[in-house]
């Protein structure tokens, strides 16, 4: 397994990491024994990032990823990094209120975390989305003091725009910024790539697969469970998927003259961005990670690289990533 160093202070990690999310929420059901043996998969093939929030399946992923690292051979449950998002505030039926990122919310948040993580630390804590009303000085500042009380090691961020970025890394040192990146989803390469490059702030890139609507794999007539993300998501929307559908099929046609798979190229591509940048792959099942860790095998030279991006140009996608209410929370998209 290839490794790199996230950000100029980040730590060393996999070349690509694990995002769990799906194994708990947001994609309908997953199985728990399928999503553990992925785990035990992972860290097998040396993958050591795994990507979480405590409000996936709420505290679900977390008590997973505890159970995961617990029954995982003592080698690999050590090199494991924990990447953990907090703040998200839920009700009982699921629903998302908003965040809270003032310094007494994140402490609490990280004391429950370490409980159900079952470790004395977290690798990499990020607020999940800027809280509107606190400064996020004060959110990174609670966060560097739990970086000096030893309970995490390294502070991230996530979807934070350029200001953003330059304001919390005048705090402390920043790894890393969790961000969707992906041939559908470029926003990030105007202003926010370059101002992380510049602050020595790495990229964990998210939805690399879009979710999976360009992983090759989802089809037109794939039936929707009523708790998957995708039912609402505007991408996957009538003639919106239609067009998004057409542009993989522009995909395939690269990826079958290269003898690799559609997701295969897509991971690939985010991963030729730059070795700053570490995509989060979501499988949640062995046969999901094994296509995905094929990437790491492919090469995209500079005509590969032109046939890409002619096939998907860069505002190709239709529909908006999320739904406005969700889109309304995204500081990297003001
Ligand atoms: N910071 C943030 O705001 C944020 C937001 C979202 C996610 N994340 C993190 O990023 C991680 C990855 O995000 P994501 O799940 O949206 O990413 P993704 O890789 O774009 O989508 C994953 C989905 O794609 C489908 N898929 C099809 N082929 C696949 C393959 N070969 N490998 C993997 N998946 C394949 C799977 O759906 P099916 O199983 O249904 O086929 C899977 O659930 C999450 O787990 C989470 O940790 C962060």
Redesign the pocket.
Known sequence: MRTTTLGATGPQTSALG?????MSA???DADRAESIATIHAALEAGITLL???DF?GMGHNELLINEALRTAPAAHREQALTSV?FGALRTVEGGFTGYDGRPAAVKNFAAYSLQRLGTDHIDIYRI??VDPDVPIEETVGAIAELVEAGHVRHIGL??VGAENLRRAAAVAPISDL???Y?LISRGIEAEILPTARELGIGITA????????I????TRDRKLAANDFRGMSPRFQGENLDRNLDLVEALRKIAEQKGV?V??TA?AWVAAQGEDIVP??????RA??T??LGALDVTLDEADLAAIEQAVPADAAAGERYPAAQMAHLDSER
């Open positions: 694990l995002g769990c999310m799906g947001l994609y309908g990507d979480t929030g996936y998002k999940a989305r996530s979807e969790q961000i969707e992906s998210y939805g690399v697969l879009s979710r999976g609507l992983s090759g794999h989802f798979t997701a295969q991971i989060l792959i979501g499988a949640r099942t999901r990670l296509e995905s």
